[in-house]
Nanobody, 124 residues
């Protein structure tokens, strides 16, 4: 089992920045890919970003490309999501996830383990 815990969420004004962290414990592996997803009220959970186990491959949703940066520090078993130029439409609960595979994926069904989620609210 892998346990994931997100931190770093909160309330920020439009144009501001936040950095989310996702700490992994348990039977995690440096070969596992990680992802960030988000879910706004009344909407389905959507892909935000994904990174391979060693960080060599990265993918972003078009809506966040150029504003968000995903990274990882495998010495700390932690994945980060740096969010800049935040917009009100970025408001959502953000989830980190991990899959038992090296390669990135944009699909929720490909991820076996999920964090509890953390609220990000961007005011206009």
């Amino acid at each position: 089992q892998v346990q994931l815990v997100e931190s770093g969420g909160g309330l920020v004004q439009a144009g501001g920045s936040l950095r989310l962290s996702c700490a992994a414990s348990g039977r995690t592996s440096r070969l596992y890919a990680s992802g960030w997803f988000r879910q706004a009220p009344g909407k389905e959970r959507e892909f935000v970003a994904s990174i391979t186990g060693t960080g060599g491959g990265i993918a972003y949703a078009d809506s966040v490309k150029g504003r968000f940066t995903i990274s990882r520090d495998n010495t700390k078993n932690t994945v980060y999501l740096q969010m800049n130029s935040l917009k009100p439409e970025d408001t959502a609960v953000y989830y980190c996830a991990e899959r038992a595979d090296y390669y990135i994926s944009r699909h929720t069904n490909d991820y076996a383990w999920w964090g509890q989620g953390i609220q990000v609210t961007v005011s206009s």
